[in-house]
Structures are given as C-alpha cells and as structure tokens.
C-alpha cells in the first residue's frame, strides 16, 4: 500500500471542537501517520503527493441507520417481493455507491432477507467488493400486524413478510438466535408502530416486555448490540428499560423519557431517520402521497414532534446522528447527508454540530472511539476531500462533484483525478461558500 501525503489541504478534524486550519496530512499504510499544521511540515519520503490545492480534507461519514437492501422502491412489500439473486446484487451494489459518496462507515439497520447484509459486510471484509466498514444486521423483527408484518391474511407464508413475526418471548428468542446464529452484529427489533403502517401507528407499542427481555438477553450473551424501533414515547422508555442503547427515530417524547434519555447519555445514540418524514411530508406526491394524504397519516404530528423531541435531547447532551431509512422511491439512497442540512434547518445544530454527529460520533456509534471518526494521529485513515467548505455549504456533502476524493483504509476508492476535476479559474476551496 503506497502512502500517500495531502498537502495543501483545509483540515477539518471532525471534533466539531478545532475550527478548520491548512495543512498536511500524511496516511500511512492505512493510518494516519502525521498531521501537520502548515503545509510544507511533512516530509513527503516515498508518499504519493496530493497537492489539493485548497480543497476540505475531512474524515469519512458514518451512516447510522442504513439499509443497502431497500431498492428504492415505494413501498415495503415491493422491496420483499425483489428476488434474492437480483438483491443481492442491489445490496453490493448500493454499498459501493455509499463508499463512493464519502459514506466510510455505515451501521446496518435491518435487512429485507435474512442474511443480506451479512453477506455483504463479509464480501466487503473479504476485498471480494468495495464498501464501507459496515455492521451488519438482520431483519426487522415485529409482532403480528406490527410494522413489518407484510403477510396478506390469505396468503399466511413467511416470505412476504418483510420482517420476521414472533409471538411471544419464546418465539423471540428462536429468531434472535437464528440472526446470531448467521453472524449479525445487531439484533433489530420494532418497538412501535409506524404511520406507515394501517392499524399500527407511530404512536403505537405492541411488543411485550417479556419479548423486549428475551431478546436483550440472548443479544448481550454473545456480545453483540441490540437496536430498535421505536418512535412512541412508551417504546423509548421500554428500549431504556431494558438496556438498548441505539435508539432509531424517537420521535414522540415527552419529560420522563427526556429525562431517562440524558441519564443514559453517555451510552445512548439516536439516529432518528429525519429526511423520510420530511420526503414524505413534502416530496412524495409521484408516489400517491401527497402532502393532504400525508398530514391525514400523521406525519406533520410527528415531523413537529421529532422536531421538538430532538432539540430537546441535542440540548440535553444526547448524541443525536444522521442518516436512515434511505433506500425508498420518495427518500432514495445517496441523499443521506441531506439529513445534516434539516439538523441545522430545523434542529437548532450548528454546521460543525452537523459534521461531528457524522464523525467523531461516527466513530464512537461504530464502536471504534479511539481510532474512527477524526484526523488524528493514529487513526484509521478514512477520509474525504471536498470541493468547497462544507460548513459554509452542507449540501455539497451530497454532490458528487465536488466530493473529489474518498478513502476508506488507507486506500482510494474514489481517487482524486485532478486535472479534469479541478476549476482553475477559482481553484479548489475557493469556491462562493468559503467562509470569510
Ligand atoms: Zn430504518
């Protein structure tokens, strides 16, 4: 593996604590080996210069709530019903367009077959395809008419259903068991309803303790993680209850689960998904939902109540991330980093708040705290250069364009072509966004 030496770079470290500052970065093997504050401080020795002429140097984005088997299509049963050999295929497909958009490492957060996302995350370990480091879940696991129950009454087979149904703690234990048993490194399971769901909405919480306990237990003994569901206030306070510490949408709050979700702030992340609520709201006409259909399911109650829900836990400390549930017709893959720009529309984060959530808690939410996530001595060497100032400009987080480089692992899978991407009338980083 060559090394290879970023000079000339605005280095924005991903604390959210340093302002961005110009500079080198040497990567060496696939660490970073030095950083250094001015320019010409690092000797280059056999490293392949990259002189970026201005342009972002920041680390790789974290993914929390990612689902590389939804094939864009605009409804549940219509992502299931995808043969497995044409899914398999998406899925590896669609790992190596998030690497490529910047996207370093995702967290899987349920899959629509069974062992999809384990086979990718070995094809990517493996070198077999290109992806990012990923954890790999399983399917969703839910309870009769909950969210993810898809199987028609007249129809009782298990395999139009999009998630796995379980009956009682029992029957939970069996699934868990099985996900463990293909080698998941997250169990997922609904706690609440979803407004996309007739008869189970958001608000809704039908899992029984008994069950939740069950699947706690099998998950801690073989050290793995447990992630949920849950967008009713209940079914928060049932995931604290029982010691599950990623928590996807929360949407409904209210005081006393606030309170439990600071206590536990050093351990919780919430990933609540926040772009499909707004797609659905406003960008889903071309699916039949338009905005009338939308506010009638719900989701203007629960966009308010997110918003409000996770300005309050930003606040009180909580480590609030984004990305989720991309991958439908009306909220499709690639848009993820959108999710920083509503964070700062709507949340009350700062552009730097933003970026840290993807990276320094990136790192800590993929369980590599000491060496994911920043430009820092030691660290893995995952990392993106950007065209531009992304806290001056969000959006160019999702531009293809002016991401001109992406490296996961001390190695490019998008590779800096400078001479065709460069503009060389304003040169890189000098674009309308700088910031003054
Ligand atoms: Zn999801």
Redesign the pocket.
């Known amino acids: 593996m060559a090394d290879t030496l970023f000079t000339n770079v605005r280095i924005l470290d991903g604390t959210g604590a340093t302002p961005p500052y110009s500079g080198s970065v040497l990567v060496s093997g696939n660490r970073i080996r030095q950083v250094g504050r001015n320019t010409a401080s690092i000797a280059p020795g056999n490293a392949q210069v990259i002189d970026a002429a201005g342009a972002t140097l920041m680390p790789g984005m974290t993914e929390a709530?990612t689902?590389f088997s939804w094939n864009d299509a605009p409804n549940l049963a219509a992502i299931q019903t995808m043969p497995l050999e044409e899914h398999v295929l998406w899925s590896a497909k669609v790992a190596k367009n998030y690497l490529n958009a910047g996207f370093t490492s995702c967290l899987g957060?349920?899959c629509a077959k069974p062992r999809l996302d384990v086979v990718i995350r070995n094809a990517i370990n493996a070198g077999q395809i290109p992806g990012p480091r990923y954890l790999a879940a399983g399917q969703e696991i839910t309870v009769p008419g909950g969210l993810g129950d898809e199987m028609p009454p007249h129809l009782p087979f298990p395999d139009y259903s999009f998630g796995q149904v379980v009956n009682n703690a029992d029957d939970m234990r069996r699934v868990v068991r099985m996900f463990l048993k293909y080698g998941v490194d997250s169990v997922k399971i609904n706690l609440s309803g979803d407004n996309f769901v007739p008869g189970a909405d958001a608000k809704t919480t039908w899992m029984t303790d008994a069950e939740v306990a069950a699947a706690a237990e099998e998950v801690k003994m073989r050290g793995k993680r447990i992630i949920v569901?849950a967008r009713s206030c209940a079914s928060i306070k049932q995931a604290l209850r029982h010691g599950i510490h990623l928590i996807?949408h929360a949407s409904f709050t209210d005081e006393e689960a606030l309170d439990m979700l600071e206590a536990a702030k050093d351990k919780v992340f919430v990933a609540p998904?926040i772009g499909i609520l707004w797609a659905l709201l406003w960008e889903a006409e071309k699916w039949g939902i338009d905005h009338a259909k939308a506010v009638s399911m719900g989701y203007e109650e629960e966009w308010a109540a997110a918003c409000q829900s996770l300005r309050a836990m930003h606040k009180r400390g909580v480590r609030v991330m984004p990305g989720?549930?991309y991958g439908f017709a009306f909220n499709p893959h690639l848009q993820n980093a959108r999710d920083l720009e509503l964070f700062v529309k709507h949340l009350g984060f700062t552009p730097m708040e933003a970026i840290r959530s993807c990276t320094l808690y990136g790192g800590q939410v993929m369980m590599q705290p000491n060496e994911l996530g920043l430009i820092k001595e030691g660290y893995l060497a995952d990392l993106m250069l950007l065209d531009g100032d992304p806290l001056a400009n969000l959006a160019i987080l999702r531009d293809p364009k002016r991401i001109l480089a992406v490296m996961k692992d001390g190695v490019f899978a998008k590779a800096p072509t400078f001479a065709s991407q460069r503009s060389w009338d304003r040169g890189w980083g000098n674009g309308a966004e700088r910031a003054a």
């Open positions: 709530h689902h957060a349920a569901h996807y998904g989720g549930d």
